[in-house]
């Protein structure tokens, strides 16, 4: 286990968790981690496509452990559960928390900094290894001679201002030192979700290409479903040969996470895109303004087939939380597969 704390464990009024996964993390793999960090913290910050801040004070008490020790248990947690090995940054401050984590090296490890101890923490430090510093402004500070951030923070915060602008060397000079009021804000992921695919060659066989939008059809549904979300509108997005584009969006009539409401609406916005003789090499699919799929009404219905269906759906479900996603699906993707 690589853990690192500075100073005594961090516990006072702010103690913060910074959380980053590998840069190439599935967005589902994202997610899932921030559930993790969800069962440890009441107060989460998703900050896509890779991390996530946590507020511990009220952890601390709930869960009886120091915050070095809540870290570890999520990386175990993340580990075991979903193979996704996380940085993990633990300080006083955002700007502290965020700058320990990238301080582990990768794969993964904690790094906790007690508050008293920020400052003395921070000063060794590269200016460019500060949270917030961009490479112009750590080559600004170079230029100057400033290299470090101790010697950041000894520098008057009127010169850092002139050299850096006004509110730009503000932040920079409080942040030297330790200090960020910034709270943690719980925030969810951004309410969409995105399936994508690519053809092997320019493609203008229409039947390849319904059959792949019917594709991803069924993998946005079981994605929604899985998350128990519906969503209110549908983004498709074609690719042609060149690198132009063409993308439209239009909502559904009501949220659904359904693969016959999603296949409906997917396949208007493709008639829409008015194809003919365009060689597309690749699709996206994106599910936008997505719900909470308990707070959408299921209306009454009539409708006997389509209630068929959706007992059909939720069966296939079944089948491929069991077995996997490819072992079941429409007759027309599985053609194409194979």
Do not use: N
């Not at 519906?230 to 949220?255: D, N, Q, V």
């Amino acid at each position: 286990m690589r853990t690192q704390t500075i100073g005594r464990g961090p516990g006072g009024p702010g103690v913060v968790m910074h959380v980053r996964c590998p840069d190439r993390v599935p967005e589902e793999a994202y997610r899932q981690v921030l559930e993790q960090l969800a069962e440890l913290s009441a107060v989460v910050q998703a900050l896509p496509p890779t991390a996530a801040l946590a507020e511990l004070r009220g952890a601390l008490r709930y869960h009886g452990s120091e915050a070095r020790r809540l870290g570890e248990v999520l990386r175990v947690r993340t580990i075991s559960r979903l193979g996704v090995d996380v940085r993990v940054g633990i300080g006083p401050t955002i700007t502290v928390a965020a700058t320990a984590s990238g301080q582990v090296p990768a794969p993964g490890g904690v790094i906790a900094v007690a508050p008293g101890q920020a400052e003395r923490w921070l000063a060794p430090l590269p200016v460019e290894d500060l949270h917030g510093i961009g490479p112009r402004q750590a080559a600004a500070l170079h230029d100057y001679g400033i290299r470090h951030v101790g010697m950041l923070a000894s520098v008057p915060a009127q010169t850092v201002q002139r050299l850096l602008g006004g509110r730009a060397g503000r932040l920079a000079s409080d942040r030297a030192r330790g200090l960020d009021p910034r709270p943690v804000v719980p925030r969810a992921l951004p309410a969409t979700a995105t399936v994508g695919r690519s053809f092997d060659r320019h493609t203008l066989d229409g039947a390849a290409v319904r059959a792949g939008l019917l594709e991803l059809v069924v993998r946005l549904g079981a994605r929604l479903r899985g998350r128990r979300q519906a969503a209110r509108a549908l983004t498709l997005t074609l690719t042609f040969a060149g690198g132009a584009s063409w993308e439209k969006t239009r909502r559904l009539t009501e949220p659904s996470g359904h693969d016959e409401d999603l296949r409906r609406l997917a396949y208007q916005l493709m008639d829409a895109a008015g194809l003919q003789r365009g060689r597309l090499t690749g699709l996206a699919l994106k599910g936008e303004d997505l719900v909470d799929a308990g707070q959408v009404a299921r209306q009454l219905s009539l409708d006997t087939a389509r209630e068929a269906r959706l007992v059909a759906e939720a069966a296939v479900d079944r089948v491929r939380e069991k077995f996997g996603t490819g072992v079941i699906g429409p007759a027309a993707v599985h053609r194409r597969a194979s």
